[in-house]
């Protein structure tokens, strides 16, 4: 089967960084995406590690462990819109379902 | 190209009436799929399809239907509708690139009575 566990909530602060895990078990694996959503809106794609190490894109990263079946999503210099919750999601080439966790919701303080 | 579009935005139905959800994408993406969005219940997969005349169950398939007779079109349908499918209803594409990425559209939020 396919199992997925982030922490369901985090707390920061504005101009802090903060850290999602995300430990994954599934087949077929190619690679870990990251989805942002905001309360009433659609989940957007943020990054995707199709190869083990660290992502840049602007204030986020991404880090991939295939070995270690873990990932985690990093958000610098905190800003009250990244207030929202972030999903990991394992990526299967598009042949297969992709599924996701329950998300974890960060909430951005001043 | 207007990405994934959904529709309706909103519904509202009485217990065991029907409905369909339409879902169509102009970017000749192989892979659609539904999810269902429950407050803290994350995304959870309905059904998916990797192509036009396959289709597939997700997680949570009961009570729902769905069929891809072209690569554009993927129609969730509710053949009677309970309280219990009040929920958010998302669709996602991913295209043929490997880039790791679903492109979803705006959701339907349907209200089961």
């Known amino acids: 089967g396919q199992s997925l566990e982030q922490p369901s909530e985090v707390t920061a602060v504005e101009g802090a960084i903060v850290q999602i895990n995300c430990t994954y078990q599934t087949s077929g694996f190619y690679g870990l995406s990251w989805y942002q959503q905001h309360d009433g809106g659609a989940p957007t794609f943020l990054s995707y590690n199709g190869l083990d190490g660290l992502e840049e894109t602007g204030r986020f990263s991404s880090f991939l462990s295939r070995s270690d079946s873990y990932g985690y999503l990093l958000l610098q210099e905190l800003q009250m819109k990244d207030s929202a919750s972030y999903f990991c999601s394992p990526y299967s080439g598009g042949y297969q379902k992709v599924t996701f966790g329950t998300g974890t919701k960060l909430q951005v303080i001043p | 190209n207007a990405g994934v579009t959904q529709t309706p935005k909103f519904q509202v139905l009485k217990t065991g009436q029907s409905m369909t959800l339409q879902c169509a994408q102009d970017?000749?993406?192989?892979?659609m799929s539904w999810y269902r969005q429950d407050p803290g219940m994350g995304l959870r997969l309905i059904h998916y399809?990797?192509?036009?005349?396959?289709?597939d169950q997700g997680e949570v398939p009961n009570g729902y239907n769905v069929s891809r007779s072209t690569t554009e079109d993927f129609p969730l349908r509710l053949l009677s509708a309970a309280p219990s499918q009040t929920s958010v209803y998302f669709c996602?594409?991913?295209?043929?690139?490997?880039?790791?990425?679903?492109?979803f559209g705006e959701g339907s939020r349907l209200t089961v009575l």
């Open positions: 996602a594409s991913i295209p043929q690139r490997d880039t790791g990425e679903l492109f």
């Open positions: 399809s990797v192509g036009a005349g396959i289709t």
């Open positions: 970017m000749n993406h192989e892979y």
